[in-house]
């Protein structure tokens, strides 16, 4: 069981940054690959960055590419998003999510993969 809790969200202006943290509980974190989702109103929810277990591999969406990082770090038991050069369309509720244990270089952007997720946190992006 992995529960999973998101903070630093807020409104920014377009152009600014932000960083998403993600604190998550239970013994079995460091081995399961890590994701960032986000939903827009009205809009289906979508993949945004994920990180393998180990943290050698990660990937994300072709929308935030360059300008969002994500990173972990197992002995906290946490995983990051850093987001810059933010624009309006990247308003949107942010969710993090544990897939189910895979290989140590394992990352999916498949939302069927996750089984874990937190309660999600607002990024508002003024123009």
């Known amino acids: 069981q992995v529960q999973l809790v998101e903070s630093g969200g807020g409104l920014v202006q377009a152009g600014g940054s932000l960083r998403l943290s993600c604190a998550a509980s239970?013994?079995?974190?460091?081995?399961?690959?890590m994701g960032w989702f986000r939903q827009a109103p009205g809009k289906e929810r979508e993949f945004v960055a994920a990180?393998?277990?180990?943290?050698?591999?990660?990937d994300s969406a072709d929308s935030v590419k360059g300008r969002f990082t994500i990173s972990r770090d197992n002995a906290k038991n946490a995983v990051y998003l850093q987001m810059s050069s933010l624009n309006p369309e990247d308003t949107a509720v942010y969710y993090c999510?544990?897939?189910?244990?895979?290989?140590?270089?394992?990352?999916?952007?498949?939302?069927?993969?996750?089984?874990?997720w937190g309660q999600g946190t607002q990024v508002t992006v003024s123009s």
């Open positions: 999510a544990a897939a189910n244990s895979g290989g140590s270089n394992y990352v999916s952007r498949d939302i069927k993969q996750y089984n874990y």
């Open positions: 990180i393998s277990w180990s943290g050698r591999v990660t």
């Open positions: 239970g013994r079995t974190f460091s081995s399961r690959t």
